[in-house]
């Protein structure tokens, strides 16, 4: 079947670098992919790694390691707009499944 | 402006009712989600359809029904048969190819579902 695990809830402040683990027990998938999701609100694509390796989108960089079967999305110089939920999701083709997400709250 | 459109934001159901959540996009693209996602939850998948005229079960689709007559439109029908249909319901859509990325859905602003 398909797994993806995430932390429950990340807190750090203003400023700070905070780093998002997604580890997962599949395989055969096409690329690992970020969302951000503010509270009642759509889920907002933010980064995808298809390879290997570190991909940089502005404040948000994700990496992906196939080998060891993890992948994260680090945000710098954290704002408090950033507080919100952020969902990994592997992708096979047109089929997606999403982990459980991660809180993140961003404290002045 | 490209995009994806729900309707309505807000619904209402008594128990024991059937109601039509609509999904439409613009983006010309081929495949078309379902999720409902509950408090506090991640997304769980209730149907997908990659071209009209057909589509497939997702991990929860018991109770609800889909239709893609038009590659534009893909409605979710909630019916009395769900148990527990109240929940936040978010429908996406993806390229199958060309200049999109195919790995990247977009989501349109959901339809909170609450049953009286």
């Known amino acids: 079947g398909q797994s993806l695990e995430q932390p429950s809830e990340v807190t750090a402040v203003e400023g700070a670098i905070v780093q998002i683990n997604c580890t997962y027990q599949t395989s055969g998938f096409y690329g690992l992919s970020w969302y951000q999701q503010h509270d009642g609100g759509a889920p907002t694509f933010l980064s995808y790694n298809a390879l290997d390796g570190l991909e940089e989108t502005g404040r948000f960089s994700s990496f992906l390691s196939r080998s060891d079967s993890y992948g994260y999305l680090l945000l710098q110089e954290l704002q408090m707009k950033d507080s919100a939920s952020y969902f990994c999701?592997?992708?096979?083709?047109?089929?997606?499944?999403f982990g459980p997400g991660t809180r993140l709250s961003v404290l002045p | 402006d490209g995009g994806i459109t729900q309707s309505p934001k807000y619904l209402f159901r008594k128990e024991g009712q059937n109601v039509t959540l609509s999904c439409e996009q613009n983006l010309n693209h081929d495949a078309m989600y379902w999720y409902r996602q509950d408090p506090g939850q991640g997304l769980r998948l209730i149907y997908y359809?990659?071209?009209?005229?057909?589509?497939q079960k997702g991990d929860i689709a018991e109770g609800y029904s889909v239709s893609r007559e038009k590659k534009e439109s893909f409605p979710l029908t909630v019916t009395s048969a769900q148990k527990n249909p109240t929940a936040f319901y978010l429908c996406?859509?993806?390229?199958?190819?060309?200049?999109?990325?195919?790995?990247?859905?977009?989501f349109g602003p959901g339809t909170r579902l609450t049953v009286l």
């Open positions: 359809s990659q071209i009209v005229n057909d589509f």
């Open positions: 999701a592997v992708s096979y083709g047109q089929n997606f499944v």
């Open positions: 996406a859509s993806s390229s199958l190819g060309g200049e999109s990325r195919t790995d990247t859905q977009y």
